[in-house]
């Protein structure tokens, strides 16, 4: 059974970064693929990115392409998501979730961690 | 890119079925995931490629996918359906990989 546990809500400043981390625990956390999905106030649901461990790179949505930055630890089996420049209209409760291998579906989401954004 | 398109809400009685479809250019060609998110809380994987049940999903909640049109059917509606539920699929022709559908409000009268 995986279990991803995001670190707590964030309140930034317009112009400021946030990192948001995910540990993960069960499965095999190299061979996976972490995503970060964000929602909005009242809003659905928008992919921003991905990273496969055992890869390192990180793939992003080219909406955030420049101010995001996804990156993976795996001797702690943690992944981070960092925006940078960051808008009152980033305020939005951030997901992890996994895609496992030959999938192409989030089976796994994480808690959500909420970032308000604010002068 | 590609487009989901939902109804933003469905209203159904206790014990009736509920219908949310989500529409997209030649949808059944491509396979379909739903999750539903309960108020406060995160998005619960449903249904994956088009008509499979996770684990501890019940079978009332069911899928379909035809033409235009993917189906989530949710069978003899109990109280604890109300969430929004999401419909998903993945866009290899785009570097928007993971696209969501609009959302649909499901709500137990």
């Known amino acids: 059974q995986v279990q991803l546990v995001q670190s707590g809500a964030e309140v930034k400043k317009p112009g400021s970064s946030v990192k948001v981390s995910c540990k993960a625990s069960g499965g095999t956390f190299s061979s996976y693929t972490l995503n970060w999905v964000r929602q909005a106030p009242g809003q659905g649901l928008e992919w921003m990115g991905k990273?496969?461990?055992?890869?390192?790179?990180?793939n992003y949505a080219q909406k955030y392409q420049g101010r995001v930055t996804i990156t993976a630890d795996k001797s702690t089996s943690t992944a981070y998501m960092e925006l940078t420049s960051l808008r009152p209209e980033d305020t939005a409760v951030y997901y992890c979730?996994?895609?496992?291998?030959?999938?192409?579906?989030?089976?796994?989401w994480g808690q959500g961690s909420q970032v308000t954004v604010s002068s | 890119s590609y487009v989901l398109t939902q109804p933003p809400s469905v209203s159904v009685a206790p014990g009736q079925t509920a219908r949310i479809p989500c529409e997209g250019n030649n949808i059944e060609s491509k396979s379909v995931h739903w999750y539903q998110q309960k108020a406060g809380q995160a998005p619960v994987l449903v249904v994956y490629?088009?008509?499979v049940r996770p684990s501890g999903i019940p079978e009332r909640i069911s899928g379909s996918n035809s033409g235009n049109t993917a189906t989530l059917t949710i069978s003899r509606v109990e109280a604890g359906d109300e969430a929004d539920y999401f419909c998903?699929?993945?866009?290899?022709?785009?570097?928007?990989?993971?696209?969501f559908g609009t959302g649909t409000k499901v709500t137990v009268l």
């Open positions: 490629d088009d008509i």
């Open positions: 998903q699929v993945w866009n290899s022709r785009s570097d928007l990989n993971y696209v």
């Open positions: 990273i496969v461990p055992l890869l390192g790179a990180g």
């Open positions: 979730t996994r895609v496992a291998n030959g999938a192409n579906y989030f089976d796994y």
